[in-house]
């Protein structure tokens, strides 16, 4: 079995906050995995994997000390490359909007924080978010609505949904 | 999510309401293809729908932006543990 690590240590990182603790993360969750395997039936290796993580992180998070998880300047925050054929204004525009969405989602509570990441930044479907953080879908499908709700409400309060990136 | 059945109120084209109620999981791909359809299809003839599903993809795409950058150390080093691991050398040390 070949796990997929890439998503695994974005994931942890959306967990954790913190590229060191994520690496740590997917180890443990590894190392319980292989030490689980026997169990595993086969079907969706993705989560049962994110199950996995979901529940080393919650024994890692009771060892430790919470304050570790709400560190916002913890982890790589390293910005993808735009574009190059973008225009300088267009940049300066991108800028803009994205520092103000990405202010928008620092403001949420933590639990539609976690949702919003664990599916717009790592790309997890709905069902496998509900897996990583043990609720029914339907408790995703309702934070993550809500967030997105939030932020469009305090993007339109600075104005800047109508020079938004196109 | 699959919302309506084929040859029923599937036939009929979406309010407004209605396409408010699952759109974000329009947008997330996590929707039916007859149902993803017919809420494209209001999208293209509602401007009001269109407008705030665009912005709702602009927020979208500046999120995967935001995306920190997985770290290469990291995943060569969890390739290199998860190798050990399925060849055994792991457990051992």
Not at chain 1, 42 to 58: D, E, H, K
Not at chain 2, 6 to 18: E, N
Request: with cysteine; hydrophobic share 40%.
């Amino acid at each position: 079995m070949l796990p997929e690590l890439d998503v695994l240590l974005r994931v942890a990182m959306s967990l954790t906050r913190n590229s060191a603790d994520a690496e740590d993360l997917v180890q443990d969750t590894l190392l319980r995995a292989y030490g689980a395997v026997e169990r595993f039936d086969g079907r969706y290796p993705r989560a049962w994997l994110l199950t996995i993580m979901r529940n080393a992180q919650v024994n890692r998070v009771r060892r430790r000390r919470p304050e570790l998880l709400r560190d916002p300047e913890a982890g790589d925050r390293i910005l993808e490359s735009q574009t190059p054929h973008d225009s300088a204004e267009q940049d300066a525009l991108r800028d803009a909007f994205d520092a103000a969405v990405e202010e928008a989602l620092e403001a949420l509570p933590d639990k539609f924080k976690r949702v919003v990441r664990l599916v717009d930044l790592d790309g997890l479907s709905y069902q496998e978010a509900a897996d990583v953080l043990g609720v029914p879908i339907g408790t995703v499908m309702s934070r993550l609505h809500r967030a997105r709700h939030r932020i469009r409400g305090r993007l339109g309060d600075t104005g800047l949904l109508e020079g938004g990136p196109r | 999510m699959k919302l309506f059945r084929r040859g029923s109120v599937a036939d009929r084209p979406l309010s407004c309401r209605q396409v408010g109620q699952i759109l974000q999981s329009f947008l997330d791909s996590e929707l039916d293809e007859v149902t993803a359809d017919k809420v494209a299809e209001h999208l293209e003839d509602c401007r009001r729908c269109g407008m705030a599903a665009d912005v709702y993809l602009e927020i979208k795409a500046s999120l995967g932006r935001d995306a920190p950058a997985v770290p290469e150390e990291s995943l060569s080093r969890l390739e290199e543990f998860a190798r050990r691991l399925t060849t055994g050398e792991e457990r051992e040390t």
